[in-house]
């Protein structure tokens, strides 16, 4: 749903949409919508500057990924509100130049208006969480024999041990090769 900035300045738009898995690139190859990302709220210029607009509003949308640890399927459902602010790439707003606080929480767009789904994209990857884990007590793949430790418990010896030490480890086993007893 793409909102004109003329259109607002007569009046606010509202929005009541269901988007439909797929219609969204999510830009990750990984991430997929299990299900439609239903999304309502109000798209208005802020009377204060010419051509700022306040997109405030609520989404809901199942999405799916791989776990980072066992790379089983995961799911994370996203229901967030939102209050965005974007201003005008045009007369000098979105070049590169030192910002205050108050401009960090800025967004930018080009043209005669703003794109609704790019609105959500940016919601909902923002609302994932950084580690996407299928629970939270997920052991992971074995890194000796690939096993899914979740559904098998393997033999495999996994020490920790931290690779910046190893030139030292082996050092350390070759000198014992070489010392009489």
């Known amino acids: 749903m793409f909102v004109h900035v003329r259109d607002l300045e007569v009046r606010a738009a509202r929005f009541d949409v269901e988007v439909a898995p797929g219609a969204i690139d999510y830009l990750d190859a990984e991430l997929r919508q299990a299900g439609p990302l239903k999304a309502a709220g109000k798209v208005e210029l802020v009377m204060a500057s010419f051509g700022e607009i306040r997109?405030?509003?609520?989404?809901?949308?199942?999405?799916?990924?791989?776990?980072?640890?066992?790379?089983?399927?995961?799911?994370?459902?996203?229901?967030?509100?939102f209050v965005l602010y974007y201003?005008?790439?045009?007369?000098?707003?979105?070049?590169?130049?030192?910002?205050?606080?108050?401009?960090?929480?800025?967004?930018?767009?080009?043209?005669?208006?703003?794109?609704?789904?790019?609105?959500?994209?940016?919601?909902?990857?923002?609302?994932?969480?950084?580690?996407?884990?299928?629970r939270d007590d997920c052991k992971g793949i074995c890194p000796e024999c690939g096993r899914n430790r979740n559904q098998n418990q393997c033999q495999c010896r996994t020490a920790a041990m931290d690779g910046r030490w190893a030139a030292l480890q082996q050092l350390k086993a070759g000198g014992r090769r070489g010392v009489r007893e």
Not at 64 to 80: K, M, N
Not at 88 to 117: C, H, R, W
């Open 55 to 81: 997109v405030t509003g609520h989404l809901t949308v199942p999405m799916e990924s791989a776990c980072d640890r066992c790379l089983e399927e995961a799911r994370f459902p996203i229901d967030s509100d």
């Open 87 to 134: 201003r005008p790439v045009s007369e000098g707003y979105g070049d590169e130049k030192e910002i205050d606080a108050g401009e960090a929480e800025m967004g930018f767009y080009e043209g005669e208006g703003l794109e609704l789904n790019d609105v959500f994209r940016e919601q909902v990857l923002l609302a994932l969480p950084m580690q996407r884990v299928c």
